[in-house]
């Protein structure tokens, strides 16, 4: 397989764009993303979206965006795996240029979901849970995270209290961030006097559905070293699954799917768990970001609350998290989550996240889930000097 | 890139599946088409599917079939890309084969819509043209193909009973077969005299969607040669698109994705049209059978109609199609027809085609459109000696 590198990233503001369609906010993701590369160069362009259909009856979208972006009869295609679409996207554009189909293709996570109310998001939402057993009793993905919220807390012996670290850290991020859906600090207080959405995850907790895109593009050795240095490559990358319904799980609390991703994706890049100096993971919960840590082998089981509470995850700590805000600070894209991650861990990579730089980034993984971490896609990225 | 060929077929019969779900379909064509292979050998199943979250409310499909056909934990994704999904599924198999990052992959096409009622149906179907412009009109795909008739009638003075052979050609074929859904001889009279559907379609040139499930099992050379002869290659392998909306075309009557699709699979697989002994294109009405042939250079323009009426398109023609069935007989399974396309042109390769066999049938082209040629997938077959 040939080398793969990201040479081009673009994402417009997380938010809430009335005025705006999902192609639109794609295309400018997308032209921000190739900057003066022209768009016949681009040879496919894949699109991770989880909501047009449902939402906005809009499917096609893969050809939809490539008509309107210029990229005109380009192989294109769509991609839906609920949260974890932006990676298995990522990991389609990835082969299609390691395999030496293409040289050059592109890859956008788009997300409009804030045209329509809060209760038929929520039924859109839950199909990427298990319809015949939890979608159809109303259990929302928000109402499954706080179960397992519970189970952890009632398993590892820790408060509610011991989440709060992870959304007050995605916020001190996302403070600094200029795409971020939410600019400001809040403290552990906050978090736990807000109004409870699912018990015991409160409002601070749950992260915020939103709308936006970004992209990114993937190249060959030969094209990344034309434009020149920092050269980001995708050094391991990886897609695994697991079941739909949480009672089909031997351990509800072990995220199989984020573990053997995280595994084979770290094998394939020839790094341990050491080796990483920046992660961003699925956070629209604390819960979500401790399974993650423990289930990927960045934390003991039952130690992701207390490493977080000793400012492991902050961007000086030992497994920096949530740089750009995370789901919480940044905005929940959903589909398009996965490219928003690789976005900001190139940002981190190239030195250029301000005050959330986490100092000498190298080595960074991204991985995203879709549903209860039903699928899990997990991408490893390396700086390289551009004359090594 | 590495050779990849297809070493396992299975579909189930095409029809109204009443009392059974998407899942248990994909499952049965799944085992079916992976025989004794354990399911621990497969790496990485591609899910083609268009409707299962707009009519059946099941998102991340193709975890829940990984994890329901014993794969667990297996990389998995779900391609939509309206009736070109199937298509799309076999091109990133064909992808993740050349790329060696798996030298062993399933595909599966699945579709399940007669559980609810045809308006809600084609309410579905119609979100693969352009919602803004054309479906919010109730310009359903079929009045677009009408439409596109009428223009054709026009534009080459022919009449819309020059259409016939096309749907009586795989009514003749379907006959033969033990998936198709309608398997009994039609007349050009009885396509005539049939109920108007959208003028000038009437019922006999209209697909019927229908339920089923297809697989193929994609597979490296050396994985191949242990399971022995006919090798079945994929020699090329090519996505294309162009506009959601008609009126965005220069030309209605050009398909210029099944065009450019057509093209960079033969060329692909160093061959000519001359060379290719088979045809399955997408065919649910006999205008888009002549439409696809124009486009894809098998036939001059204007002079598909008359090819047909010469028989070009029966088994013993220049042109076979619709060997199976094709829409028409077979049943449009929407995401699933490039699937289930492929496995008919296996079985014309393998010389197991039966009353509908091409003699000596060594190289087949399928080709899948999404809406009206929105997407287009192109794959072509060649039948190797296991010596060779």
Redesign the interface.
């Not at 009869?73 to 609920?82: D, L, M, S, V």
């Not at 390691?98 to 189909?101: L, N, R």
């Not at 990886?238 to 739909?244: E, Y």
């Given at each position: 397989?040939q080398n793969v590198y990201i040479i081009g990233t673009s994402a417009t503001p997380v938010g809430e764009h009335w005025e705006r369609?999902a192609i639109s906010l794609a295309c400018e993701a997308l032209n921000g993303a190739r900057g003066a590369l022209p768009t016949e160069r681009i040879g496919?362009l894949y699109v991770a979206n989880?909501l047009s259909?449902?939402i906005?009856?809009?499917?096609?979208l893969?050809?939809?965006i490539?008509?309107a972006a210029g990229m005109?009869?380009?192989?294109?295609?769509?991609?839906?795996?609920?949260g974890a679409s932006g990676g298995?996207a990522l990991?389609?554009a990835y082969?299609?240029v390691?395999?030496?189909?293409y040289d050059l293709v592109a890859v956008v996570g788009v997300e409009k979901t804030t045209d329509v109310l809060d209760d038929r998001r929520e039924a859109a939402q839950i199909?990427?849970a298990?319809?015949?057993w939890e979608?159809v009793q109303g259990a929302t993905t928000t109402a499954q995270w706080a179960m397992l919220m519970r189970r952890y807390m009632h398993v590892y012996g820790v408060s509610s209290d011991a989440f709060a670290p992870f959304p007050v850290n995605a916020h001190a991020n996302g403070a600094a961030s200029k795409t971020a859906m939410y600019r400001f600090a809040i403290s552990a207080d906050k978090v736990r006097s807000a109004a409870l959405v699912a018990d015991p995850l409160t409002l601070l907790d749950c992260s915020t559905s939103a709308d936006g895109a970004a992209a990114v593009i993937v190249a060959s050795e030969s094209i990344a070293r034309e434009i020149g240095s920092p050269l980001i490559r995708i050094a391991g990358s990886?897609?695994?699954?697991?079941?739909?319904a949480l009672h089909?799980r031997p351990d509800p609390l072990w995220l199989?799917?984020a573990a053997?991703s995280a595994a084979v994706a770290l094998q394939g890049a020839h790094l341990t768990h050491s080796d990483i100096q920046v992660l961003d993971l699925t956070d629209p919960h604390g819960i979500a970001a401790a399974l993650a840590l423990e289930s990927s082998g960045f934390a003991e089981r039952g130690s992701a609350t207390h490493m977080a509470r000793d400012g492991a995850i902050r961007p000086d700590g030992a497994i920096p998290l949530a740089t750009g805000g995370g789901c919480k600070a940044r905005g929940d894209l959903i589909g398009a989550n996965g490219v928003y991650q690789i976005i900001e861990l190139v940002r981190q990579l190239r030195g250029e996240a301000g005050a959330a730089q986490v100092q000498g980034a190298k080595r960074a993984l991204a991985q995203c889930l879709?549903?209860i971490g039903?699928?899990a896609a997990t991408h490893i990225l390396i700086a390289e000097s551009s004359s090594s």
């Open positions: 397989m369609t496919a989880a259909a449902a906005g009856g809009q499917a096609q893969g050809a939809a490539a008509a005109h009869g380009a192989e294109a295609h769509t991609i839906e795996a609920g298995l990991r389609q082969l299609a390691a395999s030496g189909a199909q990427a298990d319809v015949d979608a990886a897609v695994a699954t697991d079941t739909l089909s199989s799917a053997r879709g549903g039903t699928t």
